[in-house]
């Protein structure tokens, strides 16, 4: 089975300090995958997605940027934090290929806390 | 852009009653649309989701329904139970070159004992 998997799971950061949270996926090939945040009771946001290994798209011009290195891993970062960052991150993937032309499931990690202080 | 409108954003409702919520999508060629139930501190779980080639779809008290014309799909909970109380999002794909999914503002839904 596939099982997807974030860390750290709580972090709290200076403002101006760097990021970087990491997600990995097992039990799958060829994910898409995903990082949304989430802002105190809001909804889910879409920063990034990415279809393959160096293939990064954006949805939100910020100061966070997203890599993929391997195939199954995804990597959120910035060089400077703002208090603006602080909320819930969450990593998710789909399988690549839609069947029959019609969206996949979509499935998420359990979440990293940044609040950047 | 697309967007994906939900409603209520509260609902409180007594143990045993019944849950909606709604949501409108703006692509009409959007095709896939997941339900999540979101509990403090966790990730969102799928519960139910429907796909475009059907109008409902049952899984024991929760049903989804869609209608494509207008554009709007809805969650039911049947014999609500203190357990369900929870933030439940709603998305729709959208595609653009590859499927990524825009999400609903949230319910958060109060069960009452």
């Known amino acids: 089975s596939q099982t997807i998997h974030q860390w750290p799971a709580t972090l709290v950061q200076p403002v101006g300090s760097p990021l970087s949270l990491e997600c990995t996926v097992e039990g799958t090939s060829n994910p898409n995958l995903y990082w949304y945040r989430q802002a105190a009771g809001r909804g889910l946001q879409l920063l990034f997605y990415?279809?393959?290994?160096?293939?990064i798209s954006s949805e939100v011009p910020q100061n966070l940027s997203a890599s993929r290195p391997q195939d199954r891993q995804f990597i959120l970062s910035s060089k400077k934090l703002l208090l603006s960052d602080s909320g819930f991150y969450l990593c998710?993937?789909?399988?690549?290929?839609?069947?029959?032309?019609?969206?996949?499931?979509?499935?998420f990690g359990e979440g990293s806390w940044l609040t950047v202080v | 852009g697309e967007n994906v409108e939900q409603h209520p954003s509260t609902l409180s409702v007594q143990e045993g009653d019944s849950a909606v919520i709604k949501c409108t999508y703006s692509d009409s060629a959007s095709n896939y649309f997941p339900w999540y139930k979101q509990e403090l501190g966790k990730g969102p779980q799928l519960i139910i989701d429907?796909?475009?080639?059907?109008g409902e779809k049952k899984d024991q008290r929760i049903a989804v329904t869609l209608n494509k014309t207008a554009k709007h799909f809805s969650l039911h909970i049947t014999e609500t139970q203190p357990e369900d109380s929870a933030v439940y999002f709603c998305?729709?794909?959208?595609?653009?070159?590859?499927?990524?999914?825009?999400f609903g503002t949230g319910t958060r839904l109060k069960v009452l004992a």
């Open positions: 990415s279809v393959g290994i160096g293939q």
């Open positions: 429907i796909r475009s080639n059907v």
């Open positions: 998710a993937w789909s399988a690549l290929q839609a069947t029959g032309g019609i969206g996949n499931t979509i499935y």
């Open positions: 998305a729709a794909s959208v595609y653009s070159g590859t499927y990524k999914y825009i």
